[in-house]
Every structure is written in C-alpha cells, then in structure tokens.
C-alpha cells in the first residue's frame, strides 16, 4: 500500500513474507508434582519456622503465584474476617 502511495521505496519480490518457524529456546514447564511434593516432605512442620515455609510453599503451588507477588504480601492483605488473601499481579 505504501510503494502504491508512493510513500514507501521498498519493493518484495514475492506476494507475501514467509514467516519464520517458531522453535522452542527454553522449557517453561516448570517444577513436576512429584519434584514438588519433595520439598513438602521435607519440611519439619513442628516449628514455626516449618509452619511458615509449608504455607508459603502451599501458597506458591495452590495459586501458582510467582516469587515476587508472594515477596510483596504483608500482613495487611490478609483479611481474617474474610478469610481472603490480597494477591497483587504484575505491574500492580
């Protein structure tokens, strides 16, 4: 449309551009279950700190939220009389 305008100099030889293949350059899968349940068997709930390492690794696997949305939570985004948690996503 532009070379028909006369606004644009290029010229294709072919009709229409061929696109490239697209390939795989990384495995964005992620951690299995099996690999996952590992790391719940070895956590030691009896402590506080085990508590709070099983919660916030059940946190991650049961909402699929990324490391930096669960870094951000403060106490303030829990909601007890709700029951709710405030999960702030990209960009928010």
Do not use: P
């Not at 992620?30 to 719940?40: A, H, P, Q, S």
């Not at 690794?57 to 709700?82: I, M």
């Amino acid at each position: 449309m532009g070379r028909n305008l006369k606004r644009c100099q290029y010229h294709f030889d072919g009709d229409r551009i061929e696109s490239l293949k697209v390939t795989k350059y990384r495995d964005t899968k992620g951690v299995g279950v099996d690999e996952y349940n590992k790391v719940f068997d070895v956590i030691d709930t009896t402590c506080a700190k085990g508590k709070r390492d099983y919660a916030l690794f059940l946190l991650l696997w049961a909402n699929v939220l990324r490391r930096g949305q669960v870094a951000k939570l403060t106490v303030g985004d829990f909601d007890y009389h709700e029951n709710t948690l405030t999960v702030y996503g990209k960009g928010v």
